[in-house]
Structure formats: structure tokens, C-alpha cells
């Protein structure tokens, strides 16, 4: 008896591993490959050596996302949450929607966990917190840094790292590999306005350099006026705020070819009416927003080709970048 | 004496070849005096932390993740190194149980090892608490197998790290730390017969406790563990009257943590200030309720155990007041005489610091003279700034301190030169 119970206790050890690996492994092989695009930071885990600490689109929802029979409900902290995706033609997935209940028929989704408690009514709060389970990845020690190195730093060419992610049924998610962006962006101020500035000149002129970090030979349609971008409010955002949508050239795009190497700056003038948001109803210029009010260029043509999004640091209206 | 069993069994082949008693009395003699299972700490240290070391270091290595070994190849290493660690731990349990147990607790490090390495190879990053929790669930399972103490030990460890880890980093009461510490290692106390566990498990489940009641509301945190404290001081009581065994030891050392946990709560609620926020509990919640009434009913039993059996004491009559005092207030509700009450914790203080060093000076028990001397010691100094506003009044109190600890240290002294005479 006393045998068969050490047998156990012996055998449960060697089996909780073999449950926790395979049970991946089964994701990995069969389970639906997403792209996800993430922005890194660098720390190291002490036991684990050189790990990359990844943030995601959806690390942070919009409460709009949430079905409407939780927007007056309290969340608890740790409570599972699924978020449906929408996968494009390359792979990459986009949030849809966030439920408590499991999304049904061949949706695809990934189930995460709820950061902080939330309740619209109690905090305010127009984002969610959620964790996948998948925000760090190990590397080998040492190439932590080459990949800090490649993604870039603060006022440097930044190039977008974008994790292969196999998705179970259950909406578990599993790291698969990782691969880079075609495109480094770099994100500069030309100009900041002055402290007492008026209304017209209250904003930055901000400069974005695009390069074709790639082995490939690429092409972008492009716009005249860079009304190929428009802009995007951060995750921690208290609202979304859209472009007034004034004065862009809407005609047909000029097809720009990018070797590698090859690079391309666009001016980006916030004073103009291009730029102007509407805020409480009225035509703003961006550096007339409050402090949390920043945002994110996004090159917005349809490219079926070219890996990853280009997206821009996010940045305030009077030219701080993050 | 701290092990009269191995003192008698070293004697009592002597006292029978001098035939001053024969070996069934021998053997009546040394079961009164039950082996006590001490940690044989050069072993722990030697086999033990070496095999600690040993699972520390797989972990480090695999930590550098070599791109050039794929992920199979990394389980394989890990899951193969634990079977052969497991094997040959089995193979030489039998006729070297040294070895054995150092392979063990090898093999539960290169299980903690291999949660890790699994985390790794999948970039998993889940709720980390879950994998000390497992890590220590196994180690309990080996330990009620084998059985064995430092498996036991280890799991108490990664148990408060998983349960620590809850409250801290997540804010989760984590009730069930509870449970799986009064159903998995309370019952193993029994079963390796370990005053040294029993020490042990009995800490753990106060630090378990003040997490998880701080958690649910920090006005629970002091009434709760007070309470539980003086059950288990109650259930050693009961068990020194038992004929010498395992059970009496084991309830003595139970009851070691709680005496500090009693004393420093006496110590905080003689604070003025503190002593509204840890006695008043508020009971929003049902949970609440439970973590009070239940420690209460179990301290009162006891009491009314003891009473019923005639056990009176002083400690015993100084327990009771101070859970009566401290429940008033949450029980029956309303205005209580907060300074009447500072005044009465104050005066228990003194009173037990005073009693401990008298014992200890009268009896020549350096412990309880040391223990008294820090509890008057810690109650002077508290006072100091509370209530001597003049040098002379503050000097006059630190003359009286060290006056008594130094009249107490001669009559120590003295009462154990005696007991030395006495006994050559």
C-alpha cells in the first residue's frame, strides 16, 4: 500500500509535466496560427534567462468591445474573458468583441484574464486590462538584446516584432515563433510649438521615416499629402477621437517602390486641418488636447504583401513622443 | 533535557548490566520517552541543501535556452533527468535512506525545475503562483509517501511562497491555503509523529491565516489569529497533562508560534490607536463571520475542557480575559472603554512579562527569562514615549528596567548554581 502510494506521488510528478507539455504541444500542432503584432520591452527573469516582454493591441480593450450585458456589471479581477478576433489576409488579428461567455460556432477567439476589476460605473474606466498568457517570450541568453537592439528605442527606427500564435479551441494561446516586420518606422519632431502659441500654431510638425527593412523589394500606394495615414488613439485614451477628415487629396494612390534599404520621410504638419480632431463636437488641433489624449499614425491602405502594420510611437499633439 | 530517549537508550544497557533494573522495565522506561524527531541539520545541509543546489543550478542552466536544442530534446533532458533521479531515489529507499532522501528532494527540484522549463518552452505566462502550488502539492505528496520531513519542510515553504504570492502580487484571499495546510499537513504531523512539524506547520498556518483574514478585511486580521492562537495554547495545556508522548511534544511546539503571535497581538493592542482597528470586526461579509465565530467556539471549548478537567492556571485565566476583552466589541457592538481597555492590555503585558521572568529567575529556565525580559523590555520602551514626558520620569523608568533584569539575572544565577551543586 505504502509502495503503491509512493508509486503514485512519483508518477504524478512526471506526469504533471508531461500534461503541461503536451497539452501545449496539441495547441501548437493543431491549433489555428494567428499573427500578432506587440511592442517589447526589455527585462530578464532570473530563473528563466532572457525573455522579451510583449504588449499587445488588445493588452488593453476599449470598454466598448465589451457585450452589452457586462457594460454595467463589475468584472473581478482575474475573471476569464474571451475576445473574438478578426484574422486579415495576412494573418494578422484585430479584437472584435469581449465576452464572459465562450464565443460559439467557428469564431475565432482567444480567452484571457481580466487585470483589474472593472465596473464602467464605479471607475469610469474606458479600458480593459487583459492578460493572454502570452506576453513574455524566451530567447537564448544574450539575444535578448539583438532583439531589443532591432526593435529599436525611443527616437530610433523602430521595426514591428510580430509573434506566430497557435490558438486551441478553447481560445488558449500559445507562442510559436516569432518573425519581423517589413517596415522599421522612426517617429521625430521637426518642430514643437511655442509654449504661448495660438490656436494655428499650437501643434507639433512631426517627421516619420519608413524604411524597407525587408530582403525584399517592396511597394506601397501612397497618397499625396501622407493621406495614406490616419490616426489612431492609444489604448489608455480616455475616448477615441477621429480625424475631421478635411482637406485630403482622396485620389487614386501613386504605387512607391521601396528596395531594401530604401527609405522615405513624410511631414506630418498637426496645425493643419488635415490633423484636426473633432473633440467635444468641434474641430481641435491635436495640441490643444489634454495630456492623456495621445495617439499613433497608422499607414491605412489595403496591402496584402507586406508583413506587419506600419505604426507610428505614440505621441502627443504638441510633439512629445513616447 | 532536549532528547532523553537517545540519553536513556545510551544508558539503560548500563543500568541493566549493573542490574539496578532488568530490560523489560528498560523497555517500560524508554517508552515513556518517545524519540523526538529532530532535524539532523549537518545531514540537511550536506545531502539536503546540496540537492537544492544541484536542482537550482538544472535550472539555471536551462535558463540560458539554447536556440540549437529544440523543445523535445529540452523535455527530454528534464523529464529523463527526473524519471532516472526517481528510480534510482526508489531503488535505494530500503537500505540507504540518506541517499534516497537526497535523491528525493533532488527529484522535487528538478520537478520545480521542470514547471519552469515547461513555462519556457511555451513562453507561458500565466498565473505564476499556480506553479509553486503544484510544486508543493507534489512535494506533499512525497512526503506523506516516503514519508519524510524535509519533503514535508519543502512543501511549507513552497506553499507560503504560492500563498504569499496570491495576496501580494493579485490581492486573492486564497482560502484554500487554509484547507490544503488543515487536511495536508496538520493530518502529517500525526503521521511522521514530528514535534519539529508540528512547530513548523503550526507557523505556517498563523502566516496563511493573517494573509488570508488581512485580505478579506484588515479589522479581521488581529481578532482571528488571537483567537486561534489561544486554542492552540489551550490544546497544549491539555496535551502537558498527558503521560509523556508524541503528542504532548507535538501540542508543545503547536503552540510555540502561537505564544509569539499571542504576545506581539497583547503587544499591539496595548497601543492605544491600534487596538480599535485590530478588536472591532465589522462583519460585511458572511466570510468574516466565520473566520471569527469558528476560531471562538474552538478557543471556548478548549477552555471549558480545560475547566471541566480542572487544569486552572494563571496563563490559562490571562488567555481567557484577553479573548473575552478582545470580542467583546465585535460581539455585542457599540461604545467599549477603549482606554480601560489600552490600560488592561497593558497590565496583562506586564503582568506576563513579570510571571515569565520570575519563573525563569525562580526556576533557573533561561528561556522564559529571556522571553519575559524582552516582552518588560519592549512594554518600557513603547511606554517611553507615550507617557514620560520628563528626563527624570524617563530615567527613573530605565533605572527600574534594568534594576529588575539585573536583580532578576543574580537570582537566575544563583538558582542555578544551586541546581548545579545539587545535582554533582
Given amino acids: 500500500m505504502k509502495k503503491a502510494f509512493l508509486v503514485i506521488a512519483i508518477t504524478f510528478q512526471l506526469a504533471a509535466l508531461l500534461w503541461m507539455a503536451l497539452s501545449r504541444e496539441y495547441v ?11 511592442a517589447p520591452i526589455d527585462p530578464r527573469d532570473l530563473f528563466r534567462g532572457d525573455f522579451v516582454r510583449l504588449d499587445y493591441d488588445f493588452s488593453a480593450l476599449p470598454s466598448k468591445l465589451l457585450a452589452g450585458h457586462l457594460l454595467d456589471q463589475e468584472l473581478k479581477k482575474g475573471q476569464a474573458l474571451y475576445v473574438t478576433l478578426q484574422k486579415d489576409s495576412r494573418g494578422l488579428v484585430k479584437p472584435v468583441s469581449v465576452s464572459d461567455m465562450k464565443p460559439d460556432g467557428n469564431a475565432l477567439f482567444v480567452r484571457g484574464r481580466l487585470i483589474r476589476n472593472w465596473t464602467k460605473n464605479k471607475y469610469g474606466s474606458s479600458t480593459l486590462a487583459l492578460k493572454y498568457g502570452i506576453e513574455q517570450y524566451f530567447v537564448e541568453q544574450g539575444k535578448g538584446i539583438d532583439m531589443e537592439n532591432r526593435r529599436g528605442r525611443r527616437n530610433q ?58 530582403r525584399r523589394n517592396l511597394v506601397l500606394p501612397l497618397k499625396p499629402g501622407a493621406c495614406s495615414f490616419r490616426i489612431q488613439s492609444i489604448k489608455t485614451a480616455p475616448r477615441e477621437l477621429a480625424l475631421t477628415g478635411e482637406n485630403c487629396d482622396q485620389s487614386d494612390p501613386e504605387q512607391v517602390a521601396f528596395n531594401p534599404d530604401d527609405s522615405r520621410v513624410f511631414t506630418f504638419d498637426l496645425n493643419q486641418a488635415q490633423w484636426h480632431v473633432l473633440y467635444k463636437d468641434e474641430h481641435t488641433p491635436m495640441g490643444k488636447l489634454p495630456w492623456d489624449y495621445r495617439f499613433r499614425l497608422i499607414y491605412d491602405e489595403s496591402v496584402e504583401h507586406i508583413n506587419g502594420d506600419i505604426v507610428s510611437q505614440a505621441f502627443h499633439g504638441r510633439g512629445q513622443i513616447d | 533535557m532536549k532528547n532523553p530517549h537517545a540519553w536513556l537508550k545510551k544508558e539503560l544497557p548500563h543500568w541493566i548490566q549493573d542490574g539496578i533494573i532488568d530490560s523489560d522495565q528498560a523497555r517500560q522506561i524508554l517508552s515513556r520517552y518517545p524519540e523526538r524527531h529532530s532535524l539532523s541539520w549537518g545531514k540537511i ?28 530534446s529540452k523535455m527530454s533532458v528534464v523529464l529523463g533527468a527526473l524519471a532516472i533521479t526517481h528510480f534510482f531515489a526508489f531503488r535505494t529507499r530500503l537500505h540507504n535512506h540518506h541517499l534516497s532522501e537526497s535523491l528525493f528532494i533532488l527529484a522535487t527540484m528538478l520537478f520545480g525545475a521542470g514547471i519552469w522549463l515547461v513555462a ?43 500563498h504569499f504570492s496570491e495576496v501580494m502580487d493579485f490581492d486573492f484571499a486564497t482560502h484554500h491555503a487554509l484547507l490544503l495546510i488543515l487536511l495536508g499537513l496538520f493530518p502529517l504531523i500525526w503521521h511522521l509523529k514530528s514535534p519539529v512539524l508540528a512547530r513548523l506547520v503550526s507557523a505556517a498556518f498563523f502566516v496563511s491565516l493573517g494573509l488570508t483574514t488581512a485580505s478579506v478585511d484588515e479589522h479581521l486580521f488581529g481578532s482571528s489569529i488571537l483567537l486561534v492562537a489561544a486554542s492552540f495554547i489551550f490544546f497544549s495545556f491539555w496535551s502537558a497533562s498527558l503521560p509523556s ?60 475542557w480545560l475547566m471541566a478537567r480542572r487544569q486552572f492556571s494563571i496563563m490559562t485565566i490571562v488567555i481567557e480575559l484577553s479573548v473575552l476583552l478582545l470580542v467583546y466589541p465585535s460581539v455585542v457592538g457599540g461604545v467599549y472603554p477603549a482606554q480601560l481597555y489600552t490600560l488592561i492590555f497593558n497590565l496583562l503585558l506586564l503582568g506576563l512579562s513579570i510571571g515569565l521572568i520570575y519563573q525563569g529567575s525562580h526556576f533557573a529556565d533561561t528561556r522564559k527569562m529571556i522571553w519575559g ?3 518588560f523590555t519592549a512594554l518600557v520602551f513603547a511606554r517611553y514615549a507615550d507617557l514620560f514626558d520628563s528626563l527624570i520620569s524617563r ?21 542555578r548554581n544551586r541546581n548545579r551543586k545539587e545535582t554533582s
Avoid: C
Avoid at chain 1, 173 to 194: S, Y
Avoid at chain 2, 270 to 293: A, H, K, N, T
Fill in chain 1, 28 to 38: 501548437v500542432q493543431t491549433g489555428e496560427m494567428v499573427k500578432i503584432q506587440t
Fill in chain 1, 157 to 214: 527606427l523602430q521595426t514591428p516584432m510580430i509573434m506566430q500564435v497557435a490558438l486551441s479551441s478553447s481560445g488558449t494561446a500559445i507562442i510559436k515563433d516569432h518573425e519581423w516586420g517589413d517596415f522599421g518606422v522612426k517617429l521625430t519632431v521637426q518642430r514643437q510649438p511655442e509654449r504661448d502659441a495660438d490656436i494655428t500654431e499650437a501643434s507639433a510638425v512631426l517627421q516619420l521615416e519608413l524604411k524597407n527593412v525587408s
Fill in chain 2, 45 to 72: 545541509l550536506i545531502s539536503g541543501f546540496g540537492a537544492v543546489m544541484v536542482g537550482l543550478g538544472i535550472i539555471l542552466l536551462f535558463a540560458y535556452n539554447w536556440d540549437a536544442m529544440g523543445r523535445f
Fill in chain 2, 120 to 162: 519556457q518552452i511555451y513562453h507561458i505566462d500565466e498565473h505564476y503562483p499556480n506553479a509553486f502550488l503544484l510544486w508543493g502539492f507534489s512535494a506533499l505528496l512525497l512526503a506523506w509517501s516516503l514519508p519524510s520531513l524535509p519533503q514535508a519542510i519543502m512543501t511549507i515553504g513552497l506553499l507560503m511562497i504560492w
Fill in chain 2, 245 to 304: 508522548g508524541w503528542l504532548s511534544l507535538a501540542g508543545d511546539e503547536l503552540a510555540k508560534p502561537a505564544w509569539l503571535v499571542f504576545i506581539v497581538m497583547l503587544f499591539l493592542m496595548s497601543f492605544g490607536d491600534l487596538s480599535d482597528d485590530l478588536i472591532r470586526v465589522r462583519f460585511q461579509e458572511p466570510v468574516e463571520s466565520f473566520y471569527f465565530y469558528l476560531p471562538l467556539l474552538l478557543s471556548q471549548l478548549l477552555f471549558v
Fill in chain 2, 373 to 375: 525580559s524582552l516582552i
Fill in chain 2, 395 to 415: 530615567a527613573i523608568a530605565f533605572l527600574i528596567v534594568g534594576g529588575v533584569l539585573f536583580f532578576a539575572g543574580t537570582v537566575l544565577n544563583r538558582n
